[in-house]
């Protein structure tokens, strides 16, 4: 089988290395290079694959090389790898390293930059992909199988569009903790104890969840079936549109949108 080669062993690469091994591919065609000692004897022991502290020619054979570095380690990890792996298709899993500095870096234009997020820890994930046009049909499909134990993924035609997918998705977990937060905060407040709150509020956010995702609905067709004129969710939703929390969100999203372009210039430089 062809070697996938991971530059960076964190929790992105464990996830997609967990899934490939659990779904059969062979630990023997995995390899991953990473400087820390801890993180390398981990990854030996949970999956038994090879590491490498420092890239060398054991990368030249490489089919599928996955950039799961932190982005502003990406030009001091990308040095001693590009002279062995211009062969190979790039898969990066990085934020704001636009697929021109990765394509300029590694010395290919076959490049595809995905976009995932943290669920995918749990195969529940969602990545945004773009591809240069140099990445043929049978490479895209390639780079949906390696994620697939992740979760799902998501094409865009436009690189662009990854900062828009980073604003949603990306950072998207992260607006659901918070509002997960506010509710089990509110339980506590109204006299339900912290693990009651936190019950009803993963409940709730998981069931709500899955019905949007079973329905043919709009989410807003969702929300005006539980919505009774002068009821308690009426009450409620008259308080957050008064506060502009709906703007807020858009603002919010937009504010996230815009960091991802600018981090997309810094690490260009």
Not at 49 to 67: Q, Y
Request: charged letters at 15%; proline letters at 5%; glycine letters at 10%.
């Amino acid at each position: 089988m062809n070697k996938l080669v991971f530059i960076g062993g964190g929790n992105m690469a464990r996830a997609i290395i967990g899934g490939l091994l659990g779904s059969g591919r062979p630990a023997s065609s995995v390899l991953v290079v990473d400087p820390g000692d801890a993180q390398r004897s981990a990854l030996q022991s949970d999956f038994g694959i090879t590491t490498l502290a420092a890239a060398g020619p054991e990368l030249a054979d490489a089919a599928l090389v996955v950039w799961a570095v932190k982005p502003q380690l990406f030009g001091v990890a990308s040095a001693p790898c590009a002279p062995h792996i211009g062969a190979a298709l790039q898969l990066s899993v990085m934020a704001g390293i636009r697929s021109d500095t990765i394509a300029r870096a590694c010395g290919t234009e076959r490049v595809v930059r995905a976009m995932p997020n943290t669920p995918a820890l749990i195969g529940q994930g969602i990545a945004g992909l773009f591809a240069r046009p140099q990445v043929t049909a049978d490479e895209r499909t390639e780079v949906e199988a390696v994620l697939a134990p992740t979760g799902r993924t998501l094409w865009v035609d436009r690189e662009a569009d990854l900062d828009a997918v980073t604003a949603v998705s990306g950072s998207g977990p992260a607006y659901v903790f918070y509002l997960l937060e506010a509710l089990i905060d509110s339980a506590q407040q109204m006299g339900l104890s912290a693990e009651q709150g936190r019950q009803l509020a993963l409940a709730t956010m998981a069931g709500a969840t899955a019905l949007a995702a079973g329905s043919d609905q709009p989410p807003a067709t969702l929300r005006q079936q539980v919505t009774s004129k002068g009821g308690t969710t009426f009450a409620a939703l008259e308080v957050l549109e008064a506060a502009g929390v709906k703007a807020s969100f858009v603002e919010a999203l937009e504010a996230a949108r815009h960091r991802a372009s600018q981090l997309g210039d810094e690490f260009g430089a």
